[in-house]
């Protein structure tokens, strides 16, 4: 139990105290009320004695009473009725609450902190009211009147003839069996007469003269001179006077309704007095019995309502009496009372208490313990079997008539007054009441036997009671506290008796004696047992006592206190004590919250929502409603929409309390505000018909980090080509979409006129749904001029400012059942300044479903339609975005910061010019290689002109829009639709096999050879474009020569014409997804020509190999391919026929067909006066039908100049770069040339295609790269074989230096030779048996430096296999030749071979050996001629 003011061994005496009556005539009752005060409510404050007081005990010994205390009380004839008590009680423990700001207990169990209020003043206060309103009963005596105080005014006429009647009306109500109420001790109660003397308005003399005659008649002791109102009325206020009332009058106000009177009235108990009670009569009926006034009335805690007034009632009378009662009441709150008593007055009082208990109570009480206990004692020398005639003797013919079994029977008998039984219980109460608790229990305990033996159960029950409290009290507790009697007691009580308000303070008693001995199980268990349903009050606080039972333990049981708390909480609530079940249920949530309790947390902040707002604390009951929500809840689907429903209602209530308050926070939808995303710009166009936008940014798109980093880098390459080569410092790259990964740490710039989208992810974690509505961005804005300098201040969006910025407003946003959706809203900014995005601002509400939920009403103000909204509140959340954790200092690193994240604060710029582009005609599927013609769509949708227009791409070999000698595009598409992509010339009579030849540089098709990315310049007329307008330019697409599907990443960099300080430049993303399929797969190899003869008789012509092969698996409906062209491109070679011409002119290849070409290459030729041919490239054309495709145009030849850059590119990552340490690179480089050859071929192709059962004639190039002479080159790059796995060296490898050294393949390259003689020869060998053949031997030097060139003709085959297949012959003549020739020269050698029989012989048998001529050392090999040239010689 809770800790209380008073120890018990307080409580108990201060609750069983010697009642007195009071009757006091209508002048005596006038005076008081002069004070609003009756006469019993004057002395109350008072009635404690300030000192020890003294008796003797029947043995003559001293016993000394402390702190004695009197109750004195109105005579009221009727018993207080059960539904005016309960009422009563009610009030009592409504107005009782926890004080303000009361420092409540910490305790600390376990790992709980609970802040626990350790008093419970509002229990203490209902059982002082209950113990004191307790009516009085026949079975115990302790609250019968034992005295009598009659007062009258000295002012009245006759005072004694007034204390006479007074006097008879005492003994009338006493004696008449009309009056069953009140109970008196002793028929000779003690009367004790007391003069009331007003000071200031009586005469004192007389007054004097009174008081004497009334010692005359009634004795020193029995009367006394009262002499109050000191004070006249009108002089109340001048002095402030202490006012002891207030405590003992606010605690009950019904108790004394009669203060309220301002006359006296009267009631006597009638024949009909049942059915008053009944009836429930008034309060205050006024009646006159033999024309008497005096001031018993009906008890005042009966019901306070008003029924029909009683026959023999004057009907206006009553209703005046009943009115005024009413309207006192109302005045009785600002009313001082004691207003006419000074503190002398309270001196007298207090003296009047005194000299009234000393002199006549006590020698009263003492008189009387003597007289019963004579009694008892002559009863004690009486044996067992004359008990029955002592029985009789003592209570006359009385004697219940009931035999033993009846008596088991039933709940116990009646005793009559006299009974001997009740004179020990007598004796016992007055001992009790004057503290002698020895005497008290061994009267009790004796008495308790005999009720037993006569099985009177109330009497023995009650005896049992005081028995145990007896022993408790008696002083140096010589036996321990029988807690069995307790038991036996309130069972009997409860169960036998059906009397649950004595068994109430039984366990009151009980469970406070326990709890002082630290018996704190025990007490709970006490408590709980008399819980039940008879009374909700009585239960609620039992069971909030059990629980700080259950804290206050030597080990505290947390769950057990919060669950009764929930149940005490519970049944105040079925009290209707609001506040007090708010409290329980606070207190208990200390336990559960955050413990996972999740349905009983549900419960307990749902009740404590509710009580809240019963209690109309809003806030606390929106916080409670509002904890339920935000809480991954378990409850079910039906639960939740009815906590939603409650929550919405009661925060409408708040919000009506205060509509031009802030905004409140809702709590639902969850928002993720991390995975907020921001977007910048307008959304991109659906495609239309052929015309598809460009992909560009949009927030459907996923980030990806890696794409992200190719935009940065193609953005950073376009930006360093547009400022010349530099990056500026001030450069940033530009970010349209802003989310979580992106870097935040900067302003974001906006831009005027273009909308500002912001994805806001919401989550619904309830299983109903959520609608919100009027859903839109809350926003600050300020604005700024064209300088930078603040306008006017800043400006909140809670109205809406729409010259500033226009705010999109989505009308209904619904979020199914625990559905993650996300929200995309606008904002239109038309003035340049900071804008601060906060967060959002909807209505919250809910599909409104069924009407009831779990019996939980809807409550009032909900309309119920199926699938209409039921209740919505205006509200808002903010997005708080917390930025990355910077980790780069050791400070940062040692502790936990975060950076900003500025992604809802952008800058809103000045106006820039915005491009959109529309691809017309674009393809989704190529074939590789496959050429085809599109067009672009230039749009500038601004009002400022846009200039500086690129394209960069990571594959600039995919498009082309065609280089400066690209002829003027057509106006539109349409009318180029089924004409070729490339420009055609029609040969009339073509020549065939022969090369037409024509000459492009590079720098005509917007491309060199460099490595680095290009950003290629668009087309643009006068290089802008205006507000409005619209260009449309052809682009020239190529297949990727890989299968597959290709993303090729376009980024359009465009500048304004004005310059920006904050913005310089924009750009605009596309991807294109392209799927190509297999076409052609080209190889080719090139390799000297052993022909030395030339048109111009110089050597150096080379044969080119070009094998095709139709890789196609007819996927795409591709029947054949023609060979068209073939084409070379070179600076230095030239192709000049075809060698195996074929009759018929297109070569086709089917499916898997393979094709083989072979061409002769020669020199270009330099025009008199021409160019460097480093600058210009050859192109010669080899057609195969009568169309020309010139390949030096576009875009064939941009094509070709493009892959030739990314080729280069390859080449030049691939290739090794060593650093030149030894003087003989530049010989090596120059034998190295010799092999090179740089000849590019292109065939160009023709296929047909069935497509919906159309042909379609499908055109493409593929391009050859021959860099060496003899090594096969591809179309495209081969797949390599994984290598083999090797084992692990655990070694270190030696440190090889690269040799400088060329190959042998390269030096084989430095001197052609050739041999020249006749096939065959006819020589008669009978005639000469030596046969001499002449063979010229041609040396040509292929490299551009001397060479110093040794023939020997010394060298034998020495494998077997070549003498084999040949015979054996000689050289004859000199048999070394040393010669040095120039660069490009050719030497001829006369040599001699001489052949012995007939048969066939190879002649490639001479060594040559060559080095260069300015060098010392020498790199030599044998020069062998890639054929073996055989002779036949034959007999004639």
Known sequence: MAQCVQSVQELIPDSFVPCVAALCSDEAERLTRLNHLSFSELLRPFSRLTSEVHMRDPNNQLHIIKNLKIAVSNIVTQPPQPGAIGKLLNDVVSGSQPAEGLVANVITAGDYDLNISATTPWFESYRETFLQSMPASDHEFLNHYLACMLVASSGEAEPMEQFSKLSQ?????????????????????????????????????????????????????????????????????????????????????????????DGPCTMTSSKNSDSNLLSLDGLDNEVKVDGLPNNFRIHPLQIDQCGDPPNNTDGSDYAKSASSVHETKKASAGVIRGACLTLTDHDRIRQFIQEFTFRGLLPHIEKTIRQLNDQLISRKGLSRSLFSATKKWFSGSKVPEKSINELKNTSGLLYPPEAPELQIRKMADLCF???????????????????LNDQAMLYAAGALEMAAVSAFLQPGAPRPYPAHYMDTAIQTYRDICKNMVLAERCVLLSAEILKSQSKYSEAAALLIRLTSEDSDLRSALLLEQAAHCFINMKSPMVRKYAFHMILAGHRFSKAGQKKHALRCYCQAMQVYKGKGWSLAEDHINFTIGRQSYTLRQLDNAVSAFRHILINESKQSAAQQGAFLREYLYVYKNVNQLSPDGPLPQLPLPYINSSATRVFFGHDRRPADGEKQAATHVSLDQEYDSESSQQWRELEEHVVAVANKGVIPSSFYPTQYCLNSYSDNSRFPLAVVEEPITVEVAFRNPLKVPLLLSDLSLLWKFQPKDASGKDIEKVKERVTGEPEMIGTEVISEFLINSEESKVARLKLFPHHIGELHILGVVYNLGTIQGSVTVDGIGALPGCHTGKHSLSMSVRGRQDLEIQGPRLNNTKEEKTSVKYGPDRRLDPIVTEEMPLLEVFFIHFPTGLLCGEIRK??????????????????VS??????????????????????????????????????????????????????????????????????????????????????????????????????????????????????????????????????????????????????????????????????????????????????????????????????????????KAVRCKLKEGGIQPSEKYTFADIIFGNEQIISSASPCADFFYRSLSSELKKTQDQLPTYPEKHATEGAVRLIEKCSEVDLSIIILWKAYVVEDNKQLILEGQHHVVLRTIGKEAFSHSQKQEPPEMELLKFFRPENTTVSTRPSVEQLSNLIKTSLHYP??????????????????????????????????????????????????????????????????????????????????????TPRVFAKLADHVTVFETSQQSSMPALIIISDA
Not at 202 to 225: F, H, N, P, V
Not at 982 to 999: I, R
Not at 1020 to 1046: F, N, Y
Not at 1098 to 1125: C, I, P, Y
Request: glycine residues 6%; charged residues 20%; aromatic residues 10%.
């Open 934 to 951: 599109a067009y672009v769509e230039f749009v500038n949708v601004s009002k400022c002109p846009l200039t500086g227009l690129k394209v």
């Open 169 to 261: 009306e005492q003994h009338r109500i006493q004696h008449n069996n009309d009056y069953s109420y009140p109970k008196w001790f002793i028929p000779n109660t003690l009367k004790y007469y007391v003069l009331l003397h007003d000071v200031t308005s009586g005469d004192e003399q007389r007054a004097e003269s009174i008081y004497e005659e009334m010692k005359q008649k009634y004795g020193t002791q029995g009367c006394y001179l009262l002499k109050i109102n000191s004070r006249a009325p009108n002089r109340a206020s001048d002095e402030q006077i202490p006012d002891p009332w207030s405590q003992y009058l606010q605690k009950n106000s019904i108790q004394n309704q009669e203060s309220y009177e």
């Open 433 to 451: 009441l004057v503290q002698h608790y020895d005497l008290a229990y061994s009267c009790y305990h004796t008495a308790k036997k005999d009720f």
């Open 1319 to 1404: 096939e065959s020869y006819n020589h008669p060998f009978h005639q000469k048996s030596l046969c001499l053949v002449p063979v010229t031997l041609l040396l040509s030097n292929c490299s551009k430096a001397d060479v110093d060139v040794i023939v020997d003709l010394r060298h034998k085959t020495t494998s077997p296999e070549a003498l084999e297949t040949h015979g054996s012959f000689t050289w004859l003549g000199q048999t070394q030749y040393k010669l040095q020739l120039k660069s490009q020269e050719t030497h001829s050698l006369q040599l001699k071979a001489c052949f012995v029989h007939t048969g066939v012989y190879n002649l490639g």
């Open 954 to 1159: 990571k594959r600039p070999e995919f498009f082309t829009f065609g280089g400066n000698t690209a002829a003027l595009t057509p106006l539109s598409p349409s009318t180029s639709e089924n004409c070729s992509a490339y420009k055609t010339v029609v040969t009339a009579s073509p020549s065939l096999g022969t090369a037409l030849v024509s000459t492009a540089s590079s720098m005509d098709f917007g491309t060199g050879t460099g490595q680095q990315l290009e950003a290629i310049p668009v087309p643009l007329p006068d290089s802008v474009l205006l507000p409005g307008a619209s260009i449309q330019l052809p682009m020239w697409l190529r297949g990727p020569d890989e299968e597959g599907v290709h993303e090729i990443n376009f980024l359009f960099y465009y500048e304004s014409v004005k310059k920006q300080p904050k913005k310089r430049h924009r750009i605009l993303r596309h991807t294109a997804v392209i799927c190509t399929s297999r076409s052609l797969n080209v190889r080719a190899t090139v390799c000297r020509s052993n022909s030395l003869e030339d048109e111009e008789g110089r050597g150096g012509n080379m044969l080119v190999f070009v094998d095709v092969e139709n890789t196609n698996t007819s996927e795409a409906g591709v029947k054949e391919f023609h060979m068209v062209q073939v084409s070379s491109s070179s600076k230095h070679w030239q192709l000049h026929k075809s060698v195996n011409i074929s009759e018929n002119k297109d070569a086709k290849l089917a499916s898997r067909e393979k094709g083989k070409f072979c061409f």
